[in-house]
């Protein structure tokens, strides 16, 4: 329990330092206007995830797009995630939201990756909420290629089956080992139209 005290005040730290910067998180995926979006996705078929008996996830979405806060005025315009998945023998979607930007030690902290499976100290992070939209709720690296989306994951993310982000307490999704790397690919932006409208930013 310690621990994980210990890498949430850490988390959260990087957190703040990362949306001070504010720089665009992802101009090889989306453009700098406002509304501007790139949806990516996977779906692994049996044959996949026979070959592989202890991953857990079955599918995933992933969803950028650039806004600001709901109802703000004068505030700049924000990298926004919203993650999907599909878990073995769970007919619920699983969601999570938070916000991504770049900075040249985003995996980085007190000289230690954060993210372990990917190995740069740059790159862009992904920080997604907790309780609420200050607390923070695990966090992940990605990485374009070509015209997919390489994601990392070695922490617990903090996802909720209900439709809002502010709905519920949320629980924590682990991700193993064999849910550690995902590579998705590209998809037209109406394929996660609806993962927009499912976990609006509050």
């Known amino acids: 329990m310690q621990a994980r005290m210990n890498k949430q005040t850490l988390l959260i730290l990087t957190a703040i330092s990362v949306a001070a910067a504010d720089v665009h998180a992802a101009s090889d995926l989306i453009d700098d206007a406002a509304g501007s979006q790139a949806c990516f996705t996977r779906h692994y078929d049996a044959a996949h ?33 919203r993650l999907e ?10 969601r999570a939201i938070g916000q991504c930007a770049f ?11 954060i993210v372990s499976n990917y190995a740069h100290a740059d790159g862009i992070a992904c920080h997604m909420t907790g309780e609420n939209l200050d607390a923070e709720g695990g966090i992940f690296m990605i990485e374009p290629v070509d015209n997919k989306l390489k994601i990392y ?15 519920g307490p949320g629980e924590y999704v682990a991700f193993g080992p064999a849910d550690s790397i995902f590579i998705l690919d590209r998809a037209a932006d109406d394929a996660c139209a609806d993962l927009h409208k499912s976990i609006a930013a509050e």
């Open 103 to 113: 900075d040249q030690q985003a995996n980085r902290a007190d000289g230690r990756a």
């Open 153 to 167: 994951i070695d922490d617990d993310i903090t996802m909720r089956t209900e439709a809002r982000v502010t709905e």
């Open 49 to 81: 995830l026979a070959k592989k008996p202890n991953q857990k996830t079955t599918s995933m979405r992933f969803a950028l797009r650039r806004e600001t806060y709901p109802d703000s005025v004068d505030t700049p315009l924000l990298t926004f995630a």
């Open 85 to 94: 998945i599909m878990r073995r023998n769970d007919t619920r979607p699983w």
